[in-house]
């Protein structure tokens, strides 16, 4: 059975940067899509990025793109989230996700079957 654990997350004035990981136990991540989600206090959860099994997919919500990279190590067994130029708004709970049905150049920003316990990410000065 697969096992997401998130770590990485922290307090960070704005404009500052954070690396997410998720480590995987159980499984090789590199059989699976990975998607990274937020969740604010109020609001529903949103996904922010994804990696393709291949690794040559990514993408990102708007609100991120040009701020937030991901990206997969296989000998690691560990997918990252790269945050750079953090905002207050980017303030929330983040979850990785995996799931092994999708192909191999594909990832949605939905629709993920395991799924990680997260780690808070605060943007304050």
């Known amino acids: 059975q697969l096992h997401l654990v998130e770590s990485g997350g922290g307090l960070v004035q704005p404009g500052g940067s954070l690396r997410l990981s998720c480590a995987a136990s159980g499984s090789a991540l590199q059989y699976y899509a990975i998607g990274w989600f937020r969740q604010a206090p109020g609001k529903e959860r949103e996904g922010v990025s994804c990696?393709?099994?291949?690794?040559?997919?990514?993408d990102y919500a708007d609100s991120v793109k040009g701020r937030f990279t991901v990206s997969r190590d296989h000998a690691k067994n560990t997918v990252y989230l790269q945050m750079n130029s953090l905002k207050p708004e980017d303030t929330a709970v983040y979850y990785c996700a995996a799931d092994g049905g999708y192909s191999f150049s594909y990832c949605p920003l939905y629709g993920y079957e395991h799924w990680g316990q997260g780690t808070q990410v605060t943007v304050s000065s």
């Open positions: 990696i393709s099994i291949s690794g040559g997919t990514t």
